[in-house]
């Protein structure tokens, strides 16, 4: 079983501000990485693909980068709206997501 | 555009079987895996299994409990899980996957309580 860790657990950020969230796979899995973003009593919504690849509509504040075990989402200049919690999801080998980054707006 | 509808029963007593489908509209529903994951209150997400037309993959600790099965005629997919019990409450989702989860359906709120 591949295991998900993201970092940090919690992160409280002013508007503008660049928030980075860590995912680190316990095995290699190539590019086999996606990450969501869920709004309270909201289903997760898809922001990447692989990595790097953004899906249809994100904003363009949302990137991601990495590959092998070590990965990373950024949002350049949150805004209000970006207070969620964000989950990485790895598809290499069956499937399993990180526990969760909850992005709260100070 | 393709949309997830989801339906089952939301309150259950431990030892029952949870019963949920999943209906695909707008677009094709053989070429993709289809999912299902869940979310106890308050919690993360996690993947219970899938399926496409080759077959089925589940979790490892829901495996004994789990079947997934798909109706191709009707565009429908249905989860059931035996032996309930209030560890098994959670909002449950259906996704289509394709290696990424990009459409979701809009939850099921699955409560175990005797």
């Known amino acids: 079983e591949i295991v998900l860790t993201q970092s940090p657990d919690f992160q409280s950020v002013t508007p503008k501000e660049k928030v980075t969230i860590t995912c680190r796979a316990s095995q290699n899995i190539g590019n086999g990485l996606h990450w969501y973003q869920q709004k309270p009593d909201q289903s997760p919504k898809p922001l990447i693909k692989?990595?790097?690849q953004s899906f249809s509509g994100v904003p363009s504040r949302f990137s991601g980068s990495g590959s092998g075990t070590d990965f990373t989402l950024t949002i350049n200049s949150l805004e209000a709206e970006d207070a969620a919690t964000y989950y990485c999801?790895?598809?290499?080998?069956?499937?399993?997501f990180g526990p969760g980054t909850k992005v709260d707006i100070k | 555009q393709v949309q997830l509808q989801q339906w089952g029963a939301g309150l259950l007593k431990p030892s029952e079987t949870l019963s949920l489908t999943c209906g695909v509209s707008g677009g094709s529903f053989s070429y993709f895996y289809w999912s299902w994951v869940r979310q106890p209150p308050g919690k993360g997400l996690e993947w219970i299994g899938e399926?496409?037309?080759?077959?089925?993959n589940y979790n490892e600790s829901l495996k004994s409990r789990v079947t997934i099965s798909m109706d191709t005629s009707r565009n429908q997919f249905s989860l059931k899980l035996s032996s309930v019990t209030a560890a098994d409450t959670a909002v449950y989702y259906c996704a289509r996957e394709d290696y990424a989860f990009d459409i979701w359906g809009q939850g099921t709120m699955v409560t175990v309580s005797s």
């Open positions: 692989f990595a790097s």
């Open positions: 999801h790895q598809s290499s080998r069956g499937a399993s």
């Open positions: 399926i496409n037309h080759e077959g089925t």
